[in-house]
Nanobody
Framework: QVQLVESGGGLVQAGNSLRLTCAAS????????MGWFRQAPGKEREFVAAISRSGGSTYYADSVKGRFTISRDNAKNTMYLQMNSPKPEETAVYYC????????????????????WGQGTQVTVSS
């Protein structure tokens, strides 16, 4: 079991940057693969980025490659999403998620692959 709490959301102007933080409880954070998802009003929750247990491998949705960076600090039980040049259409609630096991390309990029979720943090991008 792990508890996840997101923070760092808010209002950001297009062209600026924002960093989201996911703080995890417990002593087993390093045993979980982690991911970031987002959900806009009226839309399904979608994959943004993922990172392996050690942080050695990262994965991104095509739409955010080159602009967003996922990272983690296992010593601090913390995961981050650095959002550079976010776009207005990326306004959404952003969620962090933890997975006990991934096992496939599909599960890495879909909500069914994750076991635990945070409450979400609102990100609003203005033009």
């Amino acid at each position: 079991q792990v508890q996840l709490v997101e923070s760092g959301g808010g209002l950001v102007q297009a062209g600026n940057s924002l960093r989201l933080t996911c703080a995890a409880s417990g002593r087993t954070f390093e045993t979980y693969a982690m991911g970031w998802f987002r959900q806009a009003p009226g839309k399904e929750r979608e994959f943004v980025a993922a990172i392996s247990r050690s942080g050695g491998s990262t994965y991104y949705a095509d739409s955010v490659k080159g602009r967003f960076t996922i990272s983690r600090d296992n010593a601090k039980n913390t995961m981050y999403l650095q959002m550079n040049s976010p776009k207005p259409e990326e306004t959404a609630v952003y969620y962090c998620a933890a997975a006990r096991s991934i096992g496939s390309w599909y599960r890495r990029r879909n909500i069914d692959g994750y076991d635990y979720w945070g409450q979400g943090t609102q990100v609003t991008v203005s033009s």
